[in-house]
T-cell receptor
Framework: DAKTTQPPSMDCAEGRAANLPCNHS???????VYWYRQIHSQGPQYIIH?????ETNEMASLIITEDRKSSTLILPHATLRDTAVYYC????????????WGAGTKLIIKP | KAGVTQTPRYLIKTRGQQVTLSCSPI?????VSWYQQTPGQGLQFLFEYFSETQRNKGNFPGRFSGRQFSNSRSEMNVSTLELGDSALYLCASSPQGGAEQFFGPGTRLTVL
């Protein structure tokens, strides 16, 4: 079973920040939080990952709470092309050959 | 670098037949993983290959098999197809294996 809990769906207005939450209360000390997204009928796309510090790249920011039991993926200026299913996964970075996927959050960006 | 490629992109088979799907990883990547995605079960791990050896296997029947060649290209085979095998089959590659994986576009298999 997936070790994460995400809301099934969310809406966000185009141009606004999209904040996607994820609960991972059973995360172990050396597991990282990974985010992927899957645009309709395409393969999943890696977005970002982190251990305990906040992370930012050209696609998104990842905020992990101090107790590491939850995190938030932030898309700072959402566009229609960000409409996708977003998956939050906890995993060991170099020994997890098997990613365990939950149902993810269906994010719909509205014009 | 070219991304992960999968062939064919679409395939229609009938029950009882067998099928072979192909995956070419990103150049230099030695790990290839396969996943099955269905509306009911979501994304499920099939198996992972590294340097021509299967390192990990998911909970699928023996009808599902795979292999990896010396150039890291991988194939998966499904024998005696069932209606429930209709799915999007995804291949992902990574340099050494691990959680940061690069996915191909998938092969859409329909079993009639």
């Amino acid at each position: 079973d997936a070790k994460t809990t995400q809301p099934p769906s969310m809406d966000c207005a185009e141009g606004r920040a999209a904040n996607l939450p994820c609960n991972h209360s059973t995360i172990s000390g050396n597991e990282y939080v990974y985010w992927y997204r899957q645009i309709h009928s395409q393969g999943p796309q890696y977005i970002i990952h982190g251990l305990k510090n906040n992370e930012t790249n050209e696609m998104a920011s990842l905020i992990i709470t101090e107790d590491r039991k939850s995190s938030t993926l932030i898309l700072p200026h959402a566009t229609l092309r960000d409409t996708a299913v977003y998956y939050c996964i906890v995993a060991l970075p170099y020994s997890n050959y098997q990613l365990i996927w939950g149902a993810g959050t269906k994010l719909i960006i509205k014009p | 670098k070219a991304g992960v490629t999968q062939t064919p992109r679409y395939l229609i088979k009938t029950r009882g037949q067998q099928v072979t799907l192909s995956c070419s990883p990103i150049s230099g990547h030695r790990s290839v993983s396969w996943y099955q995605q269905t509306p009911g079960q979501g994304l499920q791990f099939l198996f992972e290959y590294f340097s021509e050896t299967q390192r990990n296997k998911g909970n699928f029947p023996g009808r599902f098999s795979g292999r990896q060649f010396s150039n890291s290209r991988s194939e998966m085979n499904v024998s005696t197809l069932e209606l429930g095998d209709s799915a999007l089959y995804l291949c992902a590659s990574s340099p050494q294996g691990g959680a940061e994986q690069f996915f191909g576009p998938g092969t859409r298999l329909t079993v009639l």
